[in-house]
């Protein structure tokens, strides 16, 4: 399962679901599936959230049962 910090990163950058949502191209619902870790989203969304909250994806994403990336 794919586990991430999307919300807490979102939060860092004070960025809504909406406006994280309209840099990335995606409904508000979508970034609120993949906070919920309901939805896993591509690698192109995966790329495009990793770009707009400036950091490294694996700093977003990490597969249940590995350590979560430390900045």
Not at 8 to 37: C, D, M, N, P, W
Not at 54 to 62: L, M, T, V
Request: net charge negative.
């Amino acid at each position: 399962m794919l586990k991430n910090r999307l919300k807490e990163l979102r939060a860092r950058y004070s960025f809504t679901q909406i406006e994280l949502a309209k840099q990335v191209g995606v409904t508000r619902q979508t970034i609120g599936f993949i906070e919920k870790g309901e939805f896993s989203p591509s690698v192109t969304l995966s790329l495009k959230l990793a770009k707009a909250l400036n950091c490294d994806i694996n700093e977003i994403f990490w597969l249940e049962g590995e350590e979560e990336h430390e900045e």
